[in-house]
């Protein structure tokens, strides 16, 4: 077994490569005690599930057991690297507490059932609401963690079976702002670059992204051009000094919620120095001169200012992307989970556009997922989009998608946007939505504000159906318990940050009565006896396979064309759509010929209000961009509505560790990873520390206007004036059920009015030594 070494250097050993030369290949392997690649009944194929990296590797299996996994070589992704989740995380399959039949909740306890009694309540409950109240009492929260055929299978019975317009994916917690960012300044979803960019770069930007504790095989690829001849400037914008802030050669550690005044800022110098490519500006743009009027007030020293760094670093950061030939940027959680999320993300795109560096190889926008299938939860409409990047306010979309799953237009013609997450809270607390069916997502521990999360949850009149691989947070919730089966255990497809689309096919049986979420969802929409239009069966599907074909026909003639794809072809590799007739091994990059999906008649959106998210309408966007241009776009910067104070003077913020996943209800069954982090920590400067009388390691309150929490102390150079706490941290495995240890006590109900993604990166807290 690649032993306990790959926990404390997570990324492995390097393998030196030069500017432009293919990334070499490094073979990763885990296998349990005992067991030889030799003696390894079958290898299936399949990717990571832990991260949006898409790390491709084979399965191993004896008998009906997983034994370990394998990093493929020949994947284009990781060229055989795994990181620690990877090489460790499949060791929760077997996890004795696995669920393994439907639970009903009987007199306020939850009691095994077996699946009718568990699914006739669901479909009892649903038809009671379809001919009471009507489909916007029921909801659908799902996840960026299922397979494409599963939400595609959601979405059609959830739309076009059902026909409501509550259906959102946890990706509004994670990539909302991705999608969003792309929208406004592109015209539509779709990452425009490539993970091969990182090979040609001469300057990596990341921007709130701490790739290298979350995706950390991309991260090795950047060491191994950092160890190699001609190595890239890195430059990092994050509050604290993460790996990434320590091997980069400018590191701006800005305070939280001030993204906006540094893209401000750092565009000031772009435009001021020259530093913009005039001839790419004029051709393929709009917007220009607005841009230029905004950031005209932002010179370096008015936004070092706000940013509380040092102008003259402002000033490096500038020259370095601005001088660079080949610039690749990534942009993650530090600016998407804060209250101006779109309108920072937008600003990466900006110097993109402005400095002409996009479609060519080195030259590439990474707008990062997070979950390792939120792409297509976004592609398939799981989440509050349309499927295949089908824009809600254009009837001629909303005709075409009505034709493809032969239902009445009117059915899915909302008048609009689909709700999200956290409306469907809203809804939930007001008594109008009376059913919610949360499928591979905890929110109990994830949602923002958790005391009036687990309220609504728990409210009498919602029912809720949970489904999930563990008992969770939210499982103790629910009405109904449903098992699933999970990854290594179901068959289905599902594509990374760079649109890299891997198969991972069923390796073991699923524990006892559980079942794959396909075939959950099919159950009910049989046991609904939902039909289209012709009076056949919707879905019309009964597995994976026939998932997949009724998505290719789907996407057909969409940006996210999947037609030229099959099982048999993802089997031996990852591809990247567009993947068909023009493109039949997959497109490295998008907008090469800089045609983007931006015409009034092609975008997924007429495009919102940066400050306001109010939609600019369609009328106003044929107008603005009749030619379908890329979108320059300023914004303002605003001050981040909780700003510290005499009983809050700290800012906190939020995220992750290298070890556990989420809500860790696997990583924390898996020992290594478990022992590697298992109790939550809150990092301070010795500065505040010593302001407060606190000693690394001593416990500390955590306490913000919503709550509070206990934590161990950890000094670290995180800048002055910030906390930053974990939120991987649930309270199931606590003896004591008021012992608070999750990041979402503290957080705030708010949300970044563009892309509705939650601002789990900004509240005041203070710290108080814990005397308990
Ligand atoms: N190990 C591990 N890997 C994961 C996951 C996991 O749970 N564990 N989850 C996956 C998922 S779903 C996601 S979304 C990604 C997330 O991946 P990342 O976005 O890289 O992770 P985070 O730790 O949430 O946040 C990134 C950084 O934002 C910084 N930050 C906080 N506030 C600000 C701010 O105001 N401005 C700036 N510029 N930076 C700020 C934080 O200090 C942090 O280092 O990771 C994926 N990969
Ligand atoms: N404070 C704070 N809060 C955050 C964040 C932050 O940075 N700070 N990040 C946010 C982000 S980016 C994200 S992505 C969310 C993540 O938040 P969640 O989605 O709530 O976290 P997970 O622990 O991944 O929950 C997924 C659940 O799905 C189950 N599951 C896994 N695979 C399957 C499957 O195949 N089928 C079924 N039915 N269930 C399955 C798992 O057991 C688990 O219970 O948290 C968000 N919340
Ligand atoms: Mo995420």
Redesign the pocket.
């Known amino acids: 077994m690649t032993g306990p070494r790959r926990i404390r250097n997570p990324w492995g050993e390097r393998s030196p490569y030069a500017r432009g030369a293919r990334w070499p290949v490094r073979v990763d392997l885990c296998l349990t005690e005992g067991v030889e690649v030799d003696n390894v009944d079958r290898w299936v194929p399949s990717a990571s599930v832990?991260?949006?990296n898409g790390d491709a590797f084979d399965i191993a299996v004896r008998g009906d057991r997983i034994v370990g996994v394998r990093g493929r070589a020949n994947d284009r992704v990781n060229r055989g690297r795994l990181d620690p989740?990877d090489l460790f995380g499949w060791q929760a399959n077997a996890s004795p507490d696995r669920l393994t039949t439907p639970l009903v909740r009987e007199d306020g306890q939850l009691v095994e059932a077996d699946w009718d009694t568990a699914m006739d309540r669901i479909v009892g409950r649903t038809r009671e609401l379809l001919d009471g109240p009507g489909p916007d009492a029921i909801g659908f929260y799902t996840s960026?963690q299922l397979f494409l055929e599963e939400y595609y299978t959601l979405t059609t019975l959830a739309r076009a079976g059902i026909g409501t317009n509550h259906l959102d994916g946890n990706t509004r917690l994670?990539?909302a702002t991705a999608a969003e960012s792309l929208k406004q300044s592109f015209g539509c979803d779709g990452q425009p670059g490539s993970y091969t960019d990182i090979d040609h770069a001469d300057v990596i930007t990341l921007?709130?992204?701490?790739?290298a504790?979350?995706?950390?095989v991309l991260w090795s690829r950047i060491l191994d051009r950092l160890a190699g001849p001609q190595p890239p400037a890195l430059v990092c914008?994050?509050?604290?000094r993460?790996p990434v802030a320590a091997a980069a050669t400018v590191h701006l550690a800005?305070?939280?919620?001030?993204?906006v005044a540094l893209m401000n800022g750092l565009i000031h110098e772009l435009i001021e120095r020259d530093w913009i490519d005039h001839d790419y500006i004029d051709t393929y743009t709009i917007g220009f001169d607005e841009l230029a009027k905004m950031v005209a007030d932002w010179p370096a020293v008015r936004a070092a200012a706000v940013c509380g760094i040092d102008e003259d670093e402002l000033r490096l950061a500038a020259n370095v992307i601005g001088t660079a030939d080949h610039l690749v940027s990534t942009v993650?959680?530090?600016?998407?989970?804060?209250h101006q999320a779109t309108a920072a993300a937008v600003q990466v795109n900006n110097i993109h556009l402005l400095r002409g560096m996009l479609g060519r190889a080195g030259c590439g926008v990474l707008q990062?997922?997070?979950?390792p299938t939120?792409q297509n939860t976004r592609e398939c409409g799981a989440d509050g989009d349309l499927p295949g990047f089908r824009n809600w306010a254009n009837r001629a979309h909303l005709e075409d998608l009505a034709r493809v799953w032969n239902v009445e237009v009117d059915k899915l013609d909302h008048g609009k946007p689909p709700t999200d997450v956290m409306q469907m809270m809203d809804l939930a607390e007001s008594g109008d939505l009376r059913m919610l069916w949360v499928s591979a997502t905890n929110p109990a521990v994830s949602l923002p504000e958790l005391a009036r999360i687990r309220r609504i949850l728990n409210g009498e009149n919602l029912f809720l159906v949970v489904q999930d691989l563990f008992p969770t947070e939210t499982t103790e919730l629910a009405d109904v318990v449903l098992p699933a089966a999970g990854w290594g255990e179901k068959t289905g497809t599902f594509t990374n940050a760079d649109r890299t689309v891997h198969l991972s096919e069923q390796a073991v049986p699923p524990p006892g009565q559980a079942r794959s979420d396909l075939a959950i969802f099919l159950d009910f929409a049989r046991r609904l006896d939902l039909r289209d239009r012709s009076g056949e069966l919707l879905p019309g599907w009964d597995d994976p396979a026939g998932a997949f074909r009724a998505w290719q026909d789907c996407s057909a003639g969409r940006p996210c064309d999947y037609t030229g794809l099959d099982y048999r072809k993802l089997r031996d590799q990852g591809i990247q759509w567009p993947c068909n007739s023009a493109h039949p091994d997959g497109a490295e990059r998008l907008y090469a010929d800089g045609a983007f999906f931006a015409t009034p008649d092609s975008c997924e959106t007429y495009g919102k209000d940066l400050v306001t998210g109010e939609p600019a309408g369609e009328a106003a966007y044929r107008e603005r961009n009749p030619h379908g241009r890329a979108m320059l776009e300023p914004a303002p910067y605003l001050l981040a509505p909780e700003s510290c104070s005499a009983d809050y003077p700290l800012a906190l913020?939020?995220?992750?560790?290298?070890?556990?996943?989420?809500t860790r209800t696997k990583t924390g069954r898996v020992p290594r990873l478990q022992a590697a982090a298992p109790e939550v920590w809150a990092e301070i400067s010795e500065l505040d520390a010593a302001a407060n009388g606190i000693v690394h390691g001593d416990r500390v309150r955590v306490i913000s206007p919503r709550g509070e929490i206990i934590a161990a102390a950890r000094i670290t150079d995180i800048r002055p004036g910030v906390v930053?706490v974990p939120f991987?941290y649930g309270y199931w495995d606590t003896s004591d059920g008021t012992h608070r240890r999750a990041a979402n006590e503290l957080t705030r109900t708010d949300w970044d009015p563009v892309s509705k993604q939650p601002s789990f990166?900004?509240a005041a807290v203070r710290l108080v030594p814990w005397t308990g």
Do not use: W
């Open positions: 832990l991260h949006s989740k960026g994670c990539t921007y709130g992204h701490n790739v504790e979350t995706q950390s914008v994050d509050p604290r993460t800005v305070l939280p919620g001030t993204n993650l959680q530090g600016f998407y989970q804060a990062m997922n997070g979950q939120a913020i939020t995220g992750r560790t290298v070890y556990h996943f989420h930053f991987h990166k900004s």
